[in-house]
């Protein structure tokens, strides 16, 4: 097979050119959904909901609300503005204090609270609502016109301002990433390989399984933004392990003298199988986040799988390809290596082997523990950068009005003092601000015949009539829960089981349901898949189990540290974490592991742990550096939280991973020595005492 794969390298060349080719037209077309909400299940309460509602009131959205501020105006300045906002065709209907009371009586006379909700010392705050089915190219329009009426000087804030602002960042943020990225990997590769223009055929061969990956999701209905932001920069950092194995052993051979073509083709065969076994486990890390209900874990899980798929046909491809085609040039350019001997860390490793497993013990027994204390975030809160224009106009409204949040009701109509009754318990509520209904706005007393079509559609339709609760908490915290819970339980009282309830707070606390379901089952299917892997690889009962657990300490090290920082962390990003990177990071224990066995074979046990740790250490300090730089760029240039906090996570983790492989491992393999050959397949380990030549 790989004498086939050089005989034909002018036929791979063709087809990889042509597919990059097409792959680039293809990226323009791929669809992206900002929206993180819309990967609740289709079957949670709040999708079911919404799917009830635009069914009784076309496609008016529960969460199709953003709050826009005026400052400095009077009350009919702003009812002027509310004229004009009102008229963009996108708009279905603005919210105001004129729609709660009568303007013509001063507004000394107003409940004063009610007042302050809508008009608070000559500022003025509408609520827009418009329609759910438009594009987000309709949505940057919408807040566009907007933003042309209120001007500069005013602000906006809301679920669609935030989606806007993502869709915005997103590819500059990718860019960006790269940019930065690029050049770091570039400089670590050429400190790690031996030839100036290795590197270069590495970059070749990666960068067109991305750009494969890229255009392939056109393929998919859309992705989403986090997916976007974040799978290049993986697919770029954790696709290298690939091209190291293949070129430090090419390195190898050509040290040992053999001609070009038989150094490629034993290169491949070497390396390949360690490839193979590497790629799987990461896959199946990807794969199983399609475990998850939350489906923004099939969206994330499923590009990064395809990605890792492309680059292992790639590597496993084109790189041989390339690096025949220019082994010339990799011999003229060839260098020293850069990176020091790492004998004095495997001398410092044999000597420390007890002290260094018994700390490590330490610190992940109650780092396991730790992990599962975090304060969790479920939603999209931290996404708001304080430092953005869009989160200082959320905090300028904040402070002008306080917090508020919004949540709509729907309940079956025709009970005017059944909805009266059960809107003056909602406003007994402490957190309730305001409502706006038939019976609020209208009156019970008044007939639904002698209101305007229009504005009776707003409010009454298809046998449903809507409430929308204003409420002056956050969108998440445990306030907001409480009131979900309260809300619910309140609106079963008085119509059981035929009432829907939509709102931001809404979806994140079934978002909140959601993913804790999720943990469970993510990780023990990573686990178990990619210890199977491990298992059939080794052909071996004990080594998936170290190997697994060692990763493990890393992950509970790694997702403890925000709670000892006291920092709240984001749940999709802890079940995405443990998946990812035990998936991305066990290649460096498997790499020692694999390595080790083979010396094993020739030498005891602290001669084989040693030539082991000098063997593999540069491949597993390369690969974490570069996987760490993925992920400090990442937490360093994006502005949303759920991003930023899940590169930071790859980042920490990719390093305590390769620390852990480097220093525990070793001692625990030499520690269960015996173990490892009792329970391995046809494995024997050289006696104590001697050593093959």
């Known amino acids: 097979m790989p004498g086939k794969i050089l005989e034909n390298r002018t036929p791979i ?13 293809l990226i323009p077309k791929v669809r992206v959904n900002y929206n993180f909400m819309e990967y609740l299940p289709k ?15 076309g496609n008016m959205s529960a969460v199709s609300a953003i709050r826009v501020l005026v400052q400095n105006v009077s009350v009919p300045e702003a009812i002027e503005y509310k004229s004009k906002i009102s008229a963009i065709d996108s708009v279905s209907e603005v919210i105001w204090l004129d729609d709660n009371v009568d303007l013509a009586q001063p507004l000394s006379f107003i409940n004063q609270q009610q007042l302050n909700t809508f008009y608070n010392d ?17 949505k940057m329009e919408l807040l566009s016109a907007i933003r042309k009426i209120i001007g500069d000087d005013n602000a906006m804030s809301g679920n669609s301002v935030m989606v806007a602002t993502a869709r915005q960042e997103s590819k500059d943020q990718l860019l960006s990433m790269l940019i930065l990225l690029v050049p770091l990997i570039l400089f670590i590769m050429l400190i790690s390989t031996r030839s100036w223009i290795e590197p270069l055929l590495f970059f070749i061969a990666i960068g067109v399984a991305i750009i494969i990956n890229m255009g392939t999701n056109a393929f998919f209905k859309d992705i989403s933004f ?36 038989d150094a490629i083709i034993t290169s491949m065969k070497k390396s390949f199988p360690s490839i193979a076994a590497s790629g799987v486990t990461t896959i199946l890390g990807f794969v199983v986040l399609a475990l998850m209900r939350c489906l923004i874990g099939a969206d994330l899980g499923i590009v990064l799988a395809k990605g890792i798929v492309f680059s292992l046909i790639s590597v496993m491809l084109l790189l041989p390809v390339l690096a025949s085609l220019f082994y010339r040039q ?29 700390i490590t013990s330490i610190l992940a027994i109650p780092s396991y523990f730790a992990q599962q204390k975090n304060s969790f975030i479920y939603g999209e809160v931290m996404s708001i950068d304080k430092s953005t224009r869009v989160g200082r106009e959320e905090e300028l409204i904040n402070t002008l009005f306080g917090k508020q949040n919004q949540m709509i009701l729907l309940v079956p109509e025709g009970d005017f003092l059944q909805e009266t009754a059960l809107a003056n318990e909602f406003l007994s509520l402490p ?6 209904s038939y019976v609020t706005s209208i009156g019970a007393e008044i007939p639904p015949e002698s209101i305007s079509e229009n504005r009776l559609s707003q409010l009454i339709s298809h046998g449903y009539s809507r409430m929308i609760l ?11 829960f409480a009131a979900v819970e309260e809300i619910r339980n309140i609106s079963e009282k008085y119509y059981n089981n035929t009432y829907y309830l939509v709102g931001d707070s809404v979806s994140v606390y079934d978002m909140r349901d959601v993913v804790t379901q999720d943990n469970i089952i993510i990780t023990f299917a990573a686990v178990i898949a990619i210890g199977l892997v491990i298992l059939l690889t080794f052909r071996s009962i004990s080594i998936p189990i170290m190997l697994v657990l060692v990763i493990e300490f890393a992950i509970w090290i790694n997702l403890a540290m925000p709670y000892f920082e006291g920092n709240p962390i984001v749940y999709i990003g802890y079940i995405i974490i443990s998946s990812v990177q035990l998936g991305a990071t066990v290649d460096y224990a498997i790499l020692y592991a694999n390595s080790y066995l083979k010396n094993r074979r020739r030498y005891p046990v602290r001669t084989a742990t040693k030539k082991a740790i000098t063997q593999t250490v540069s491949s597993i300090f390369t690969s974490s550096v570069i996987l760490f730089s993925a992920g400090m760029a990442i937490a360093s240039i994006s502005t949303n939280g759920i991003i930023s906090q899940l590169g930071k996570l790859i980042g920490s983790g990719a390093a305590l991973s390769s620390i852990v492989a480097t220093f525990f491992l070793p001692g625990l393999l030499m520690s269960c020595d015996k173990l490892i050959q009792k329970t391995t397949l046809n494995l024997e380990f050289l006696s104590q005492g001697r050593s093959k030549a």
Do not use: C, W
């Not at 920069?233 to 001609?259: K, P, W």
């Not at 850069?338 to 018994?358: D, R, T, Y």
């Not at 957190?431 to 706006?436: E, F, G, L, P, V």
């Open 13 to 25: 060349v063709m087809l990889f050119s042509i597919l990059t080719i097409i792959s680039i037209s």
């Open 122 to 138: 000559r500022n003025a705050l509408f609520t827009v609502m418009f329609y759910s089915d438009l594009t987000i190219n309709e």
């Open 226 to 261: 986090i997916t976007l932001t974040a799978s290049s920069v993986l697919h770029l950092a954790v696709s290298i392990d690939y091209s190291i194995f293949f070129l430090h052993t090419l390195s190898e051979q050509r040290d040992m003298g053999l001609n070009p073509k």
């Open 43 to 57: 079957d949670s309460p709040s999708t079911i909901a919404i799917t009830a509602m635009e069914n009784a009131f």
């Open 431 to 436: 957190y309730m601000t305001n409502i706006t």
């Open 330 to 358: 990799i011999i003229t350019t060839s260098h020293r290596s850069f990176l020091p001997n790492f004998k004095p860390l495997a001398n410092f490793i044999l000597k420390a082997s007890i002290p260094i497993m018994i």
């Open 470 to 480: 204003s409420l002056n908490l956050v969108t998440e915290s445990e306030e907001s």
